[in-house]
């Protein structure tokens, strides 16, 4: 897959991030579960604001690469879990097209799975979600920017007018 496929880019901040966790939260508070499995790297800091929220210590991880950037590639399962999954909370950033989530409910089966964002084509393979957005939106994540200078406007006119 190319970058090409992306025509809009929805950018989360930490703080927009952390509330949408929690949001997500209030709709799994009712529920008891034995753990967490995060599906890395994406669902890492998702699944520990979670953990926090639920008050869930057991976390585990499995571990899948599909993706370098924007470029997705094949999946390379490079850890997996021990169990099928029975009463235990699967969470991931988002579901984009779907090839991860098919390869985590295979080796999870009976794991209630949850994404803060999702993505029509992957929308079906979660049990829950908390924010569709559109299939060519790429989602820049917290953990994936960093801080820098930005010159005042006035300056970026004047400098661009002269």
Known sequence: MSTDRYHQQFTVSWDQLHRDVRVLCH???????????????????????????LN???????????????????LNVMKGVD????GWLLVDDLVDTGNTARAVR???????????????????????????????CWIQFPWDMGIAYVEPLVDQVRSRDS
Request: net charge negative; charged share 30%.
């Open 56 to 74: 869930v210590r057991l976390i585990d991880t499995v571990c899948i690469k599909s993706y370098e950037h924007k470029e997705q590639g094949g």
């Open 83 to 86: 169990h099928d999954g029975d």
């Open 106 to 136: 295979e080796m999870l089966p009976k794991a209630h799975f949850v994404t803060i964002y999702a993505k029509p084509e992957g929308r079906p393979l979660v049990d829950q979600c908390l924010t569709e957005v559109a299939q060519d």
């Open 27 to 53: 709709q799994l508070v009712e529920r008891d579960f034995k753990g967490i499995v995060a599906i890395t790297r994406g669902g890492l800091i998702p699944a520990a604001l979670i953990a926090r929220e």
